[in-house]
């Protein structure tokens, strides 16, 4: 029957949570303005640890901590009953806070406080608990005094010195060491076990040499207590020496009993062993025997865990970290030596305190709405779940009809206001407990939104972009989005809504600009807010920076240009290896690019321009990479010595990026140029070892200079010096020639050995000579020059030449044989008969009869021409008869050739003669002839002027050369707009006319011009021009402004202005007469007063005695002149009005004859005079 009542209640809660419709709990945002405003139940925020070790010589402090709306208030329970702090005067509270403070400065004993303390915070909507902390007070009690006796053992037994160190709170850390402080060592042989005591596998002689102290140190007080040393004594069999011991050998030669292993911890064949879920297991196993046992683990049934196993202390112990129900199970250790094997089984049983699978969460509410809390939690045993409702079990609570617990799980339904409470979920069983406060709080809120008003968003077009609406509201508003306050709420296609409120525009786009609104709304209102979208232009760097490489010393140059939204203003920054890069003096920034100048090794890195506006930035990066010339090679040696060669090794020095390509080297020997360097050969940059090709009898010193890309390194410290043996000369003297300095000698000459050719000392040179094709015998001579004079030959006879060089060591290679010549004479024959044929205006060919070669007396050089203009046959022409020369080589019967180049329309004269190297002959019949008429060269200038609007005037004069009667001129001309041209236009004149008006339609065209000269043959060079950008186009703008009205009327009204100063000058002057000298002493004489006949100075002119006569207008508008016009103060003659009405005079002061000639001054007809009359 009882199980019949159980399974209907089984079937009754899985029903009920099918049919259960939970709504989704209120998540409340940590807005500042929410938190304030909203009731909330108490939450513990810290509190201390459950268990609770203090320090004795500090005040306790116990932490608990909570937040809630309104503030908690906090009370504590001491061992289950209430805590009354205000009736302890060493206990307070903080502000604010339920943190209690146990000072002991008046007195007292921490140890009375010890306990369980539990805190309880409290507000109007709940109670919260903190967990039950168990305050201990840390102890470190005194070691026991205890006189210990020498403790005697046999050689190579086992032994065990126990520490039994004085139980603390926490257990104290134990150690062994000497009487000396020094740490006993350890090894598989002596080790302390997990208990602390000194385990000996055997025991040595040499043990006894040292007294056994544990200390324990108690981590709380920082202090270390000892337990009194232990003596061993030794048993031996044999006398002992210290000096025999030997590591290898501890008992020497000295018969110990060995033993098999037995086991010293644990005891037995078998063990147990618990540990807690998470907690760490330590496994030991200790062994006796000698020799000393070796510990090896096992697991039973499968693997030790390899990623959390570790072993220690020799192996002894094994140590599995953060232990899980999978490692339970048979543990085996194994000692063993060459004895025996023995093992002993460790059964590891793991339990686990409770541990969370579902904690419980706050729950935020709206009136009417389910939900639940949920406790689950697991352990070893399994955990009894029970539950409170502000710190009271739930079951002695006042009922609630809207709340029903099944088992882990409370149920909610239709919550109503003044339901919110704080429940706690206790989880426990022997191992330990779990306890978890969560508050159910009943809200009812009107929408309300959380953002800023009337936000303005900035987007990049064609990106993701989300436009945030964070709103609140219980029950939970629904929110929608319109755009431009029309239409449906905005969902699907390209925009998405989230949960939260945000809205999600898949790719932003131009048309998607404009006033975004959201509103939240439910059953208690409803809240909206707007967000104005602009999509902008993304910014993009179109030239970015370049991977380049820069010679040290030169100027780098990155560019970055960068285009942008132009609503966006957009600020370029440079970096350096992804740090900010400090211009300083030397770096120049502009908008579009970075300079380096000067660059140096410090420059070098990758530099990255980052363009950036208020909504997005872009970057590129370029490396700069700094070239130089390589360091100079280092530490020459000479090596493998020979007659004519050496080796020459070097360590090259740094590259500097730039790869060395070859290597050059110089020498520079003492003998003949010491202190000039010379190159001697060049290699390949990948050698740094070559042997070097020398000559003999020179005392060289070598350097080397490394070549890259950049240009040469600077030359390296020179080597030591290397003298070669002397040899006889390898070089035959070069330039080998005979010529005749006279008719009647040949001078032989030669080149001299080079001082790297000699060879050796005492050079000399033998030079051998014959007449060729005559069977002479050799002529010789030994000289140190490098010529030699043969007198008395023949003219122009050949001669076999051969020479040789010298020296001390030996003779040299002698030469090829080479002819030369005895000295020429001057030819006895001329050429005849000089004549012309098809004269042209340029050109004409020439005929003659060749001479005997045997006459020329010397080598066949050439028939020379020599011709010259004589005159021209234009009238008047002045030409110059500078002679000129031209050659021609022939050999033939009928020699003939074609003389060019010559001026058209002239008169030439021309002789030939023929020539040697030396000398020619007398000249031949002299040969008169006149070219024809040609075309005429360009003018010799051509100016255009623009002397009116519509006129154009151009001048030129006649050609320098007319090349023959000039018959006129032709013009050709077109119009010029840009790349447009107008038909040609032609004009021709008479050969006197040098200038021509041409009269354009349109002021602003501009004409090409192309002028040439003719005569009867035709038309010669063209002479181009085109009418310039004229300056008198500024005159062109006067007369414009001239002819505008507001101009006439100014000019108007100035001479308006100066008729009646003028005017008033007369009548001011007609008062005045003629004063006495005696009157007027005092005043300073002017240059230009004029000294009247009585004495008396006349201030102004005869003039002034009469009448004054002016213009007057008749009615028909004409204008009556008189004495006194505009035209004598220069506004008449040239003065007049333009015929478009503008005034282009200049005002000049009227000088005539008579003025000019007189006595008397003009001051009364000049407008200066007679202002400063005035005065």
């Known amino acids: ?623 700069l990479t700094v070239l130089a010339r390589p360091d100079p090679p280092m530490d020459l040696d000479l090596s493998d010595p020979a007659a004519r060669s050496v080796r020459l090794t070097w360590i090259p020095g740094k590259e500097h990026r730039s790869p060395i390509t070859e290597f050059l080297v110089q020498f520079e020997e003492d003998r003949w140029e010491p202190g000039r360097w010379q190159n001697l050969s060049s290699y390949p940059g990948d050698l740094n070892s070559v042997i070097l090709q020398l000559a003999p009898f020179v005392n060289y010193q070598f350097r080397v200079i490394a070549i890259n890309s950049v240009g040469q390194s600077d030359p390296s410290r020179p080597s030591p010096r290397y003298k070669t043996t002397g040899a006889a000369p390898d070089a035959i003297p070069k330039g080998l020639r005979g010529w005749g300095s006279r008719k009647d000698n040949m001078e032989i000459t030669w080149e001299p050995l080079l001082d790297l050719e000699r060879n050796g000392p005492n050079l000399h040179y033998i030079v051998w000579w014959r007449r060729k094709d005559a069977e002479e015998e050799w002529n010789n001579l030994t000289t140190v020059g490098t010529n030699h004079v043969v007198h008395n030959t023949e003219i122009y006879v050949p001669y076999e030449l051969k020479i040789q060089a010298r020296n001390e060591f030996g003779a040299g290679p002698e030469s090829n044989l080479v002819i030369g010549y005895s000295g020429e004479d001057k030819p006895t024959d001329a050429p005849t008969d000089l004549r012309v044929s098809k004269v042209d205006s340029t050109k004409v060919i020439i005929h003659w009869n060749p001479v005997d070669l045997n006459s020329v007396q010397g080598e066949f050089k050439e028939y020379r021409l020599y011709y010259w203009r004589e005159s021209s046959q234009v009238p008047g022409l002045v030409v110059s008869k500078e002679k000129k020369v031209k050659g021609f080589y022939s050999t033939t019967a009928k020699p003939s050739g074609m003389l060019s180049d010559l001026a058209p329309y002239s008169n030439y004269k021309m002789f030939m003669v023929v020539a040697n190297n030396r000398f020619e002959s007398q000249p031949s019949n002299t040969v008169a002839f006149t070219t024809k008429e040609g075309v005429p060269d360009a003018p010799r200038f051509f100016k255009i002027n623009r002397r009116s609007l519509d006129t154009i005037h151009l001048e030129w004069a006649k050609p320098l050369e007319p090349n023959g009667i000039l018959t006129g001129y032709q013009l050709k001309y077109q119009t010029v707009n840009g790349s447009k041209v107008g038909p040609f236009q032609l004009e021709t004149f008479f050969p006197n006319v040098t200038e021509f008006f041409l009269r354009v339609p349109d002021r602003f065209s501009r004409y090409k011009f192309f002028l040439s000269a003719l005569t009867q043959v035709g038309k010669g060079e063209d002479y181009a021009e085109e009418s310039p950008h004229f300056t008198n186009e500024a005159y062109i703008d006067q007369v414009d402004i001239a002819t505008q009205g507001w101009f006439i009327g100014l000019m108007c009204a100035i001479a308006l202005i100066i008729l009646i100063l003028l005017i008033v000058c007369f009548i001011k002057r007609s008062r005045g007469g003629k004063y006495p000298v005696r009157d007027k002493k005092d005043l300073p004489l002017d240059a230009v007063d004029q000294k009247d006949q009585d004495g008396s100075f006349d201030y102004h002119s005869d003039e002034d005695n009469k009448p004054l006569q002016g213009s007057q207008t008749s009615l028909d508008g004409n204008v009556k002149e008189s004495d006194d016009s505009l035209v004598d103060y220069g506004e008449g003659g040239d003065g007049q009005f333009n015929e478009d009405g503008s005034f282009i005079g200049q005002y000049t002061v009227k000088k005539d004859k008579d003025e000019t000639e007189g006595n008397e001054s003009s001051e009364a007809t000049s407008p200066v005079n007679a202002i400063y009359s005035l005065a």
Request: glycine share 6%; aromatic share 8%.
């Open 1 to 623: 029957m009882l199980w019949q009542d159980k399974h209907a209640a089984l079937t009754f809660m899985s029903l009920l949570l099918l049919l259960w419709q939970e709504a989704a709990p209120i998540e409340v945002p940590e807005d500042p303005k929410i938190q304030q405003d909203l009731k909330q139940p108490p939450t513990i925020m810290k509190q201390s640890v459950k268990n609770y070790i203090v320090d004795p010589r500090d005040n306790i402090i116990i932490e608990c901590e909570a937040k809630g709306n309104p503030v908690p208030t906090f009370s504590w329970r001491r061992n289950g009953k209430f805590f009354n702090i205000g009736k302890d005067p060493r206990v307070t509270m903080r502000k604010r806070s339920g943190t209690l403070e146990i000072g002991f400065r008046s007195g007292g004993r921490p140890e009375d406080y010890e306990g369980e303390y539990q805190c309880f915070a409290t507000n109007d909507f709940g109670v919260s608990l903190s967990n039950k902390i168990l305050l201990r007070v840390s102890k470190a009690p005194l070691w026991p005094k205890e006189v210990l006796e020498p403790v005697s053992v046999t050689e190579g037994s086992a032994l065990v010195l126990p520490c039994n160190p004085p139980p603390g709170l926490p257990p104290p850390f134990t150690f062994w060491m000497d009487s000396n402080m020094s740490p006993i060592p350890q090894d598989k042989r002596v080790s302390m076990g997990l208990n602390g005591d000194l385990y000996f596998s055997n025991v040595l002689a040499q043990d006894a040499n040292t007294d056994y102290s544990c200390k324990a140190r108690f981590l709380f007080t920082h202090t270390i207590q000892e337990k009194n040393p232990y003596k061993l004594k030794v048993q031996t069999k044999e006398p002992y020496n210290d000096t025999s011991y030997n590591a290898s050998e501890p008992h020497g030669d000295r018969k110990v009993a060995e033993s098999t292993p037995t086991f010293l911890s644990p005891s037995g064949s078998e063990s147990s062993k618990m540990v807690l879920r998470d907690e760490q297991l330590l496994l030991e196993c200790i062994a006796a025997g000698l020799p000393t046992p070796i510990i090896k683990w096992f697991k039973k049934g499968g693997e030790l865990p390899g990623q959390k196993v570790k072993f220690e202390n020799f192996n002894k112990t094994l140590k599995i970290v953060s232990v899980s129900e999978e490692d339970a199970g048979e543990y085996v250790c194994m000692a063993n030596n060459h004895l025996g094997t023995i093992r002993h089984s460790i059964f590891v049983q793991v339990k686990a305190a409770p541990y969370w699978l579902h904690k419980p969460s706050d729950q935020v509410l709206a009136p009417e709405e389910n939900g639940r809390l949920v406790c689950r939690a697991n352990g070893n045993p399994k955990p009894r779940i029970e539950w409170l409702v502000n710190g009271q079990p739930i079951e002695s609570s006042p009922t609630n009809p809207n709340r029903q617990v099944l088992g882990d799980t409370i149920m909610f339904h239709s919550v109503q206001i003044g339901s919110s409470a704080v429940y706690q979920c206790n989880a426990s069983n022997e191992h330990g407990y779990l306890l978890a406060n969560a508050f159910v709080n009943v809200l009812d809120l009107p929408p309300r939104m959380l953002g800023p008003k009337n936000q303005l968003i900035k987007v990049i077009k064609n990106n993701r972009t989300f436009l945030d609406c964070p709103f609140f509201g219980s029950p939970l508003p629904e929110l929608r989005w319109f755009k431009n306050g029309q239409g449906s709420g905005l969902d699907g296609g390209q925009y998405r809504v989230y949960i939260n409120g945000t809205l999600e525009i898949k790719r932003a786009r131009a048309e998607d600009e404009g006033t975004y609104t959201c509103v939240a709304s439910s059953i208690l209102g409803k809240a909206e807010n707007q967000v104005r979208l602009e999509v902008k232009e993304p910014t993009r760097i179109i030239q970015a920076p370049e991977h380049q490489s820069a010679i040290r010393g030169s100027t780098a140059r990155f560019m970055c240009r960068v285009t942008s939204d132009p609503s966006l203003p957009v600020s370029v920054a440079w970096m350096k290896d992804d740090k900010p890069l400090y211009l300083g003096w030397r770096l120049k920034k502009d908008d579009e690019s970075l300079s380096i100048p000067n660059v140096n090794e410090g420059d070098e890195g990758t530099y990255t321009c980052t363009a950036k506006s208020e909504i997005d930035q872009l970057s590129a990066s370029a490396r």
